[in-house]
């Protein structure tokens, strides 16, 4: 039998295991490429990247393994009270049972809950079933880049009043 899909905090020992999640993802819709986080040196350090101020990072795990994680940043050059949604990301066996949306709100309501007035997200084309979620949870796309995330790789962009 198994057991209840647990939400929680990231701990160091799932760094491993998120960073191939993540990097499996992208992998599967083509989306491995340079500008992304498949090569962001930081994708393999998550739960030291998430000990920063004002961010979070959450992990599914059941049975021991971990399916998919969400994180909220304080990135670099956003506007006042903006954080970046990040790294949501699941394993394919995680896909379409709703996970993803709980991780997003879960994140979302963590953001609201310590301080922000708004979330940011950046995306692309190949994780188009990701921008639809996005898009039914209040989403809307922008015309350019805000903050400096580093992922040049990414062409949408999309924020939410919280």
């Not at 760094?15 to 962001?40: C, H, M, Q, S």
């Not at 997200?121 to 639809?132: D, I, N, Q, R, T």
Request: charge should be negative; hydrophobic fraction near 40%.
């Amino acid at each position: 039998m198994s057991e209840a899909i647990q939400i929680r905090n990231i701990e160091p020992s799932d760094n491993v295991a998120i960073a191939a999640v993540i990097r499996a993802a992208l992998t599967e819709f083509g989306a491995n490429k340079p500008g992304t986080v498949y090569f962001d040196p930081t994708t393999d350090h998550l739960y030291e990247l998430f000990k920063a101020p004002g961010s979070v990072y959450y992990v599914a795990e059941q049975n021991g393994n971990i399916l998919g994680g969400c994180g909220i940043f304080p990135t670099e050059a956003l506007p006042e009270k903006t954080c970046e949604l990040v790294k949501l990301y699941l394993d394919k066996n995680a896909r379409g049972t709703g996970l993803g949306k709980k991780l997003l709100l879960k994140a979302m309501d963590w953001a609201k809950a310590n301080g922000y007035d708004q979330v940011y997200l950046e995306s692309m084309p190949e994780l188009s079933k990701a921008v639809s979620i996005y898009e039914n949870v209040g989403f809307e796309k922008l015309n350019q880049a805000l903050g400096n995330s580093g992922h040049c790789g990414c062409d949408i962009w999309m924020l939410k009043k919280l």
